[in-house]
């Protein structure tokens, strides 16, 4: 199952923020059967084996990356099915696009 990583406050490669590798590698270390990140803004998607748990995935990555970087702003996931789930209640239908 896919998942989706949201870290609060960060930017890939800045002050106490890890790279794009470092990022990826933590989530795999941690755990997950693949990740990746996109953008610069700390999103990160990842793919786990039935029978793991997304949650100590996160966490697990997330203390490697205090370790690593001193990442310290906090993360919360979401399942990639979830996701599009939202996308397809169409929450801005209702306004006029110009």
């Not at 990356?65 to 397809?88: F, K, M, N, S, T």
């Amino acid at each position: 199952m896919k998942y989706a990583a949201f870290f609060r406050n960060v930017n890939l490669g800045h002050p106490n923020c890890p790279t794009k590798a470092q990022l990826e590698a933590a989530f795999v270390i941690a755990g997950a059967e693949s990740a990746a990140s996109f953008l610069t803004n700390g999103t990160v998607v990842f793919a786990v084996a039935f029978g793991i748990e997304p949650h100590d995935v996160l966490a697990a990555a997330h203390r490697t990356l205090q370790v690593e970087c001193g990442l310290r702003e906090p993360a919360y996931i979401r399942a990639v099915d979830y996701l599009v789930g939202l996308l397809a209640l169409d929450p801005f239908a209702f306004v006029e696009r110009s």
